[in-house]
C-alpha cells in the first residue's frame, strides 16, 4: 500500500477487506498543494500498468514536472474515494495530458468520471498514448475516441509507439500539431 500524504487526502488504496469499493467517487478540481500527492499516484498508476516503459525521472523530478508544469498549464481535477486519492486528470483547451487511476480503482468508473470532465469542458480533445497500452485504448475507444495517427514513437521521450487519439462533441475532429512534451 502507496501512503502520500497532502492537505486533504492520501494516495492509497480505497477498498475495503473484500475488494468492493466503498463509495463513488467525488471527482473536484485540485489545488496547488496536491501535486506531490498526484505526482505519486501518476509514478504508482504508471510503474504498474507501464512496465515496459523506461524510468526517465526520479520522484523529485516528477513532483517538480507536476508543481511546476502541469498544475501551471492544466486543469487538473482528482478523484477520491472515501477522502483517498484515486485518479486525476490534467486537461488544457482541446488536449488530456494526463489520465491516470490507482491501479486498485481501476474499472471502477473513476477514469470515466475524470473523462466526462475533460469532454464536458471541451467540444473536441485529443490526447496521446501507448500502442502497447490496449487497456487504456478501449477505455477510450469506448468513450468515443478515434485513432488519428500512430508513430512510432520517435518524437516521445520514451522512444515508444504512440498513438493519437482525437474527439468531438459533434463528431468534427480537428487535429493540432503540436505534441505535448516533458523537459
Not at 520514451?158 to 463528431?171: G, I, M, Q
Request: hydrophobic share 40%; glycine share 6%.
Amino acid at each position: 500500500m502507496v501512503t502520500t500524504p497532502c492537505s486533504s487526502c492520501q494516495v492509497r488504496d480505497a477498498f475495503g477487506a473484500n475488494g468492493a469499493a466503498m463509495d463513488d467517487p467525488v471527482v473536484r478540481r485540485a489545488h496547488a498543494g496536491e501535486s506531490d500527492a498526484v505526482a505519486a499516484l501518476f509514478r504508482l498508476s504508471k510503474e504498474t500498468a507501464l512496465p515496459y516503459l523506461p524510468d526517465l525521472h526520479t520522484p523529485e523530478e516528477d513532483r517538480a514536472f507536476f508543481r511546476e508544469r502541469v498544475f501551471e498549464t492544466c486543469e487538473v481535477w482528482v478523484a477520491e474515494r472515501n477522502g483517498l486519492l484515486v485518479g486525476f486528470c490534467a486537461f488544457r483547451e482541446g488536449w488530456i495530458d494526463q489520465l491516470y487511476v490507482h491501479p486498485a480503482n481501476q474499472r471502477t468508473g473513476v477514469g470515466a468520471a475524470l473523462l466526462r470532465k475533460a469532454m464536458h469542458a471541451n467540444e473536441r480533445l485529443q490526447l496521446w498514448t501507448f500502442q502497447r497500452n490496449e487497456q487504456a485504448r478501449a477505455f477510450y475507444e469506448a468513450h468515443g475516441f478515434t485513432c488519428a495517427k500512430m508513430t512510432n514513437g520517435s518524437d516521445n521521450e520514451e522512444r515508444e509507439p504512440d498513438v493519437l487519439y482525437a474527439w468531438s462533441s459533434n463528431s468534427r475532429i480537428s487535429l493540432v500539431s503540436s505534441k505535448p512534451k516533458r523537459s
